[in-house]
């Protein structure tokens, strides 16, 4: 049988059901997702050195003849260790690999080995490789090049998959190029199947980063694209008038539970505006986590409900949806003519603080008895019908693609689109993502906030910390335990969820009530937990990230970030906004498990400032630009490639978008390029 880029994954010599079953948790089913199935970073292996020259941390591949090998147990018995010696004519070397006993097997005395990896002579000063690559010599796939790494999830393991990539690329031939070949000669690009191919397996540096402009060119362009046909759509679509009641909205603002800063004000007054014209509005809210955003949102949907229209709030995650939804819900009870909230997530359906069905809240909406809706990507999966939806909130708005976007938009009359980010964006980059876009920004902190104190803890230094919190928690505060995992893994080395809390049951006071919560839980367990948190039921919630995004708990005023070296700077940013919501003084502790000289500038960066924009420049200067968005998978989704600081690259991308849309709006003459476009914009990616 001949391999076809549409055959499936388990075409490929090697990939059996088990691991098609761990490929399809990558999203990977068919011989073409593997091709496209990018390496998140590389080894550069191509120094091929002879084995007498080797120093100690050269990085290199080494080609020899194994003379002995053989395993053995370590001496604690935790883990099997194979040695093998390598030598060839200008010397020899030891290499030994952890638990894989089999490799006695494989490499047996007088095979011929390539291995790559990192020479180490502290081993009383004998040099070796720990842990190497290898494949016969002569391969090269594993060795001897720049080597790709990709992100691996079950029992797949990284020999297997770059194996399998190997194998799919034989047909990257097959891959369209959509790109029209004035353009690909103006930047001198090649061709796209040899990018793909290149931006696995390069030759050189030279190559790679030929490859990585190439797709980065596609992906922005095809973006930039979309986009257009967006706004294009939308721009010449009418829009319901808002009708502005002042009065109403002067009396709403005095009933909130506290005075609206000079920026949340001005911010609220924008959207009013815009809601009020008949052309959809397009604004972006940034400020930076604790700034008050809600309450803006808030007043923008009161006045959509007063006028009789209704509004949607998209939240990315369960937790943030129930958040929002109860203060919504807190908001606008205080003014009975604003009218009931609901919630729609994959688990919940609530009318104000009911639980009902999902049949009685689409009635409900049907019938224009609901005219809020607070929910998750739920939201669009379940094609709810909204009357009169005159305005859609989209929190986190980086969180969700220009397709789900779109999905809640592509109604008559078009509604106005506020979306709200806590990631510092510069305008001008924000503009060359989003578009043609109006920009509010809350520059200013509610008052009373105080910055907060952030300390670096080393394991001498944990009792202590330990203790000045039971003290704060016998005073009446909360405090939140994030961890790395949530269960206890070897492999990683990093504190998880279970391991910590069962620890700190056994050593703080039994007064001190400890809760769990991780994104593994059933979601009304995720939602009774918060609750009880909130409620003061729980003292210390430990937890991974899910408290991550928009957590608002004021009465929470300590968190101790547990492996703190093992977060980016902007998600610390993040994390640490979960405290320091009220004018109580708070604490967040850093706790590393780990320490190097990256980690070292980022952890001391947050002990600094705790200004969003100043770490989100540290964070793009230590780590690259993908970490000012946070994690890969949820944080800049129309993107694999491409990121912020590929500002340069945006622009030019779209300036050739406006240009070839200008001469051929349809993009008749270009059909490869409109089916791209085409099928980017239908292909729906979910969670
Ligand atoms: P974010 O911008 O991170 O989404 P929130 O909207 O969750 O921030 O607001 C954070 C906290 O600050 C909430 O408890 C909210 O009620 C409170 N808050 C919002 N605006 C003000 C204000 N002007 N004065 C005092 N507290 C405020
Ligand atoms: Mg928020």
């Known amino acids: 049988m001949s391999l076809h880029l549409s055959s499936p994954v388990t075409s490929i010599p090697g990939i059996g059901a088990l691991a098609a079953k761990d490929l399809r948790n990558l999203g990977i089913v068919s011989v073409r997702d593997l091709v496209l199935y990018l390496p998140y970073r590389y080894e550069d292996y191509s120094v091929v050195r002879p084995i007498g020259s080797l120093r ?21 018995r935790k883990v099997t260790l194979t040695e093998a010696i390598v030598e060839n004519e200008t010397g020899e070397i030891k290499v030994t690999w952890f638990n894989q006993p089999y490799l006695e097997k494989t490499l047996r005395a007088g095979f011929r080995i390539s291995v790559a990896g990192r020479v180490d002579s502290r081993f009383g000063g004998v040099r070796t490789i720990v842990s190497p690559v290898w494949e016969p010599a002569g391969d090269r796939v594993h060795t001897g090049r720049i080597v790709p790494v990709y992100g691996l999830t079950g029992t797949l393991t990284m020999r297997r998959l770059r194996g399998a990539i190997e194998h799919a690329l034989t047909v990257a031939a097959e891959l369209v190029d959509f790109l029209p070949a004035e353009i690909r000669d103006e930047e001198s690009f090649p061709a796209r199947d040899v990018a793909i191919r290149n931006v696995h397996f390069p030759e050189s540096r030279a190559e790679l980063d030929a490859a990585i402009s190439r797709l980065k060119f596609d992906e922005l362009l095809i973006h930039q694209l979309m986009f257009a046909q967006v706004r294009k759509e939308r721009a010449v679509r009418p829009a319901t008038s808002v009708a ?17 800063t000079q920026a949340q004000r001005r911010s609220a007054w924008e959207i009013v505006q815009d809601c009020a014209l008949e052309r959809p509005m397009n604004r972006l809210l940034e400020g930076d986590v604790g700034s008050g955003k809600t309450a803006v949102a808030a007043i923008a949907i009161a006045g959509v409900l007063r006028a009789n229209h209704a509004a949607a709030y998209l939240a990315p995650t369960e937790i943030l949806a129930s958040q929002q939804h109860a203060a919504l819900g807190r908001f606008f009870s205080l003014d009975d003519s604003v009218g009931l909230v609901g919630l729609l997530t994959a688990s919940q359906a609530k009318i104000g603080g009911e639980s009902v069905t999902r049949k009685e809240l689409f009635a409900a909406v049907a019938d224009g008895r609901l005219r809020c809706l607070v929910g998750t990507h739920a939201l669009l999966q379940q094609g709810i019908e909204i009357p009169g939806l005159a305005l859609v909130v989209v929190d986190e708005q980086h969180r969700f693609g220009v397709q789900q976007r779109k999905a809640l938009l592509d109604r008559l009359p078009a509604p106005h689109l506020l979306s709200m980010t806590a990631t510092p964006i510069p305008r001008s980059l924000a503009l060359t993502i989003y578009g043609d876009l109006d920009l509010s920004i809350l520059d200013e902190m509610p008052k009373g906030r105080k910055p907060v104190a952030t300390k670096l803890v080393f394991d001498k230094e944990r009792a202590a910390m330990w203790t000045q919190i039971v003290a704060e928690i016998a005073l009446g505060r909360q405090a939140f ?24 049951q056994r050593a703080l006071p039994r007064t001190v009530r400890v809760g769990i919560l991780h994104g ?17 039921a729980v003292d210390l919630l430990v937890s991974t990230t899910v408290v991550e995004v928009g957590v608002d708990i004021p009465n929470a005023t300590m968190m101790v970030i547990v492996g703190a070296e093992r977060f980016g700077l902007s998600q610390l940013h993040q994390l640490r906004g979960r405290v320091g919501r009220s004018d109580i003084a708070s604490t967040c502790y850093l706790a590393p498990d780990g320490w190097s000289p990256d980690a070292k500038e980022r952890l001391t960066a ?24 946070g994690s890969a998978q949820s944080g800049f989704p129309d993107f694999k490639l491409a990121t912020p600081a590929d500002v340069p690259l945006m622009k030019k991308t779209r300036d050739v978008a406006s240009r ?6 349809e993009l008749e003459g270009h059909p490869l390029l409109r089916e791209f476009v085409t099928v980017s914009l239908d292909e729906v990616h979910l969670e």
């Open 481 to 504: 335990v994030v961890c790395p995992l949530i269960d206890p893994s070897d492999a990683l080395g990093a504190k998880s969820v279970t391991e910590v809390a069962a620890m700190l």
């Open 244 to 260: 502005t009641d002042a009065e109403f909205l002067k009396s709403f603002v005095q009933s909130l539970p506290f005075p609206l």
């Open 606 to 629: 947050m002990t600094r400032t705790t200004n969003g924009f100043e770490l989100a420049e540290i964070d793009l200067k230590l780590r690259g630009a993908g970490n000012v968005f």
């Open 56 to 76: 100690h941390d050269d990085t290199v591949t080494v080609t020899g003849r194994v003379r002995q090998i053989e395993s053995r147990a370590s001496k604690n």
């Open 520 to 536: 593994k839980l059933p979601s009304d367990e995720k939602a009774a937990m918060i609750a009880a948190f909130r409620d003061r």
């Open 660 to 665: 070839i849309l200008a001469a051929d709006p």
